[in-house]
């Protein structure tokens, strides 16, 4: 729960095997979104631990023949050393996932499809790898009613159950605002919502982006319509509907969340960053993090 | 009316003498098409060929005004979106000229405000300055400086995809689009499981988005030794930003080098004095270790440097991964020209407004309400003005497609 799954495991290999389905039968019987990502990320974090400790060669090897990776060690520059490369497909599957700017992929040495890395970043990529493949694993797990099966495991599992009640608790001030603060938008959003109210052209993508943002904050869709028909002269049905259908309610039903910063950047429409924006990477973080302060400061 | 029907008529006749030279892209049967007709406004969706013969039948019998494909495999391409199924999309790239910079707009493009009918010369707006209203007609004319800035573009481009992504020129299939610009199509096995997210950190490296200078290499060092950047030959990113400052080093005058952002007018000064002894130095040792240049102004001579390097794609279309392109060897319906595949040993001298002529025989009596000046083949015809002119087919058939002429009769 702490995020950590010790990594200098003194127990016989035997036990060492099968701490891996018991954690797992443990999982299914609480069944919890939460745990499952956390336990995910605490076996991935100790894959890239021991992995950092072996050497190329195996690294090499276990990225080859376990996950298919295409790695190679080759002369990146003419006449230099040999370094690390990995096809920039295999590359970008995992480094996505990641957002330091030194993972983006424009910011990495590519050349003819290879991307160089150290060997603690390709440490990184299979650790990566395998937290989505538990991820994936997880996901799909029957649940299993320890009670019937294993009245003892079932006892430690409550255990496990109130820690999680506890940490859960502790996350809870991360929840979104209740009110609307119009004051909290990221610059990106107040931009688009000020254009917005002078009637001034958001291109695609920017409407998609504020819609999902206002539903997300917790803006009704009916609300969000009337402001969209009020200032413009959009046709309320077809207002309606592409508002409904970013609400999920329509069409593939499926939510739209904002895009995060990145996408945000990739379609110009990121006017100003302020300091809130260095340290987040999606504007409703950023959204909570301004809700708070104000809060905070009107106090 | 009458115009309309003709066109439709010409457009007919094209498919019957051609429409078996149409080939139908990759694992057809995965693949929606989608087509406009003259007559009707709403697209015909969810359409899906299991042979090349069925699909070639198909535009021989209805003569669409234009034919899309999806870049998406589906396993049932025929049911609405969200039952229609994933497996895969090709790695599309568009650059069209719409989208570019390019000073000559305000020669050949024209708005007007839908509201209030106010017009005037230039790229669409964001606001009419009259009324305030954001909607407007567009009417854009073919133009070759927009044509061949595209192409600098695709140019760079491919540059991008074949040193620095690996793609061989045999897996970049590039496509004039029939009016505006180019498309990329790479229907290699890698990139088609690409996601959405792949695809994007692919665009923000070919628009050089999120492009760190330090991180390849742009830095102070010491004060004694001054700073380290990138080569000439460095591989990716690295070499263009090297590329990128040496250009504008080497084509800006002493006094351009002052309106370049982030550089103080001493240090333009000095830039202009110094300049030939740091590109000569690029040679020897290191053009970054000269003495009167501090890294506040190598980054703003970089990130100068950086945009002639970027080739302005669509982000828009690269991360869409359920896209409708262009047909290749069908016509488009506002022009009248085709779309087609150009090799990469051609591109250079291709002349989209001659080699995608379409309609190369007879020639036709018009009233030409109201046209810019435009080249189609070797000819530049007009401007007109309530003009009555004969002119070859494909320069007639264009001013139709466009619906700034009628048809005279007899």
Redesign the interface.
């Known amino acids: 729960m702490d995020g950590i799954v010790s990594p200098e495991s003194d127990f016989a290999t035997e036990i060492e095997i099968l701490s891996f389905p018991v954690a797992r039968v443990m999982i299914a019987h609480i069944e919890d979104d939460f745990l499952k990502r956390r336990y995910a990320l605490a076996e991935a974090k100790r894959v890239d631990l021991l992995l950092g400790e072996e050497d190329d060669g195996k690294l090499l090897e276990i990225a080859k023949t376990s996950l298919g990776w295409r790695v190679e060690r080759r002369s990146y520059k003419r006449g230099m050393t040999q370094v690390l490369t990995i096809h920039f497909a295999d590359y970008l599957r995992n480094a996505v996932g990641f957002h330091d700017d030194h993972w983006k992929l424009v910011n990495r040495r590519m050349s003819n499809g290879w991307v160089v890395l150290e060997k603690r970043e390709l440490a990184r990529l299979v650790s990566e790898e395998v937290r989505a493949k538990i991820d994936r694993d997880l996901e799909n797990i029957p649940k299993v009613d320890l009670n019937e099966v294993a009245p003892r495991l079932a006892g430690r599992a409550e255990e496990v159950r109130q820690i999680l009640v506890k940490r859960k608790a502790s996350l809870r001030a991360e929840e979104l605002p209740q009110n609307i603060i119009v004051e909290a938008y990221p610059p990106c959003i107040r931009r688009l919502y000020d254009n917005l109210l002078a009637g001034q052209h958001i291109p695609h993508m920017g409407r998609l982006t504020l819609t999902s943002f206002l539903l997300s904050i917790g803006m009704k869709p009916e609300d969000l319509v009337k402001l969209y028909t009020s200032v413009s002269d959009f046709s309320e049905t077809l207002t309606r509907y592409q508002v409904e259908h970013i609400a999920g309610l329509r069409g593939s039903r499926t939510k739209y969340t904002p895009p995060k910063c990145d996408t945000i950047k990739t379609h110009n429409l990121c006017p100003e960053p302020d300091e809130i924006c260095q340290r987040v990477r999606h504007p409703l973080t950023y959204y909570r993090r301004k809700a708070r302060l104000l809060e905070a400061g009107g106090k | 009316m009458a115009e309309q029907n003709f066109v439709q008529k010409m457009f007919a006749e094209y498919y019957r003498a051609h429409y078996k030279e149409i080939a139908p892209p990759s694992s057809l049967s995965q693949r929606e098409f989608g087509f406009l007709f003259s007559r009707e406004k709403m697209m015909i969706r969810h359409k899906s060929f299991t042979t090349p013969e069925e699909l070639q039948r198909f535009i021989f019998t209805n003569a669409p005004s234009d034919i899309y494909y999806s870049s998406t495999y589906y396993e049932r391409p025929t049911e609405p ?2 039952r229609k199924g994933w497996l895969g999309a090709d790695l599309i790239f568009d650059i069209d000229s719409d989208h570019l910079d390019t000073p000559c707009k305000q020669e050949h493009d024209f708005w007007t405000c839908e ?1 209030c009918n106010n017009s005037g010369r230039g790229n669409k707006l ?2 009419c300055p009259n009324c ?4 407007f007609r567009m009417e854009a004319w073919l133009c070759e400086k927009c044509l061949d800035a595209a192409k600098v573009e695709t140019q760079k481009l491919l540059d991008f995809l074949i ?5 061989s020129p045999e897996e970049t299939v590039i496509c004039f689009s029939g009016q505006r610009g180019y498309h990329v199509h790479i229907e290699e096995p ?2 088609r ?2 996601d959405q ?2 695809r ?6 070919i ?6 200078l330090d ?2 290499g742009l830095i102070k060092r010491s004060r004694r030794f001054g700073g380290v950047g990138p080569d000439l030959d ?5 070499g263009r930003i090297a590329r990128g400052v040496y250009d504008v080093l080497a084509s800006s005058s002493p006094e351009a080098f002052q309106k370049i952002d982030g550089i103080s007018s001493r240090a333009a000064k000095s830039l202009g004095d110094d300049r030939d002894s740091i590109l000569e130095s690029w040679d020897k040792v290191s053009p970054w270790r000269a003495r009167n240049v501090s890294l506040k102004t190598w980054t703003a001579l970089a990130s100068r440097g950086v945009v002639g390097q970027v080739s302005l794609i669509d ?2 279309v690269t ?1 869409d991964i359920h896209r409708l392109i262009r047909l290749p060897l069908t016509l488009h319906g506002k022009t009248g020209l085709k779309a087609m595949e150009v090799p990469h040993n051609m591109l250079d001298r291709f002349d989209p407004l001659k080699e995608a002529v379409a309609f190369d025989e007879g020639e036709l009596r018009l009233l030409v309400n109201d046209a810019h000046a435009f080249r189609i083949g070797d000819q530049t015809y007009g401007p007109y003005h309530l003009d009555e002119v004969e002119l070859p087919m494909a320069a007639a058939v264009y001013l139709l497609c466009k619906k700034a002429a009628k048809l005279v009769q007899g």
């Not at chain 2, 305030?132 to 909607?135: E, L, N, R, V």
């Not at chain 2, 628009?207 to 760190?212: D, E, F, N, S, V």
């Open positions: 979106m969200e509201n964001d606001v305030g209203g954001t909607k040193s620095d992504f690996g793609f890698e990139a499981t690409l997210d792949a994007k950190e692919i665009a923000d490296y628009t050089g988005t999120g492009l760190r991180l390849h460095d591989y990716g990113w690295s982000t828009v991360t």
